[in-house]
């Protein structure tokens, strides 16, 4: 049984950070890929950054220079740091690990940025 657990969400003003981690219960390179989405309210889920086995990254256009997605293999944890946050980066934030097509997702953690 695959599981990841998301931790590091909280309250941040405008132009803050927050670093995000994701824990798997087993070794992150046993995924395809693992992934940070996050869901807005009344919005879509979307994914916000991407991390390969072989360690290809890519990010959302809105995120691209502000978040950094990062991995500490001998945690098997995958964070996201996230840097000069604007309100509209107010999201419960989801890890996803892949594998093939098969997702595993957390539980998910708020993310609020107040103006």
């Known amino acids: 049984q695959v599981q990841v657990v998301e931790s590091g969400g909280g309250l941040v003003q405008a132009g803050g950070s927050l670093r995000l981690s994701c824990e798997a219960s087993?070794?992150?390179?046993?995924?395809?890929?693992m992934a940070w989405y996050r869901q807005a309210p009344g919005k879509q889920r979307e994914v916000v950054a991407t991390?390969?086995?072989?360690?290809?990254?890519n990010y959302a256009d809105s995120v691209k220079g502000r978040f950094a997605i990062s991995r500490d293999s001998g945690k098997n944890t995958v964070h996201l740091q996230m840097n000069s946050l604007k309100p509209e980066d107010t999201a419960v934030y989801y890890c996803q690990a892949l594998i093939g097509l098969v997702p595993y997702w957390g539980q998910g953690t708020q993310v609020t940025v107040s103006s």
């Open positions: 991390i390969t086995a072989e360690g290809t990254i």
């Open positions: 087993r070794t992150i390179f046993s995924f395809d890929v």
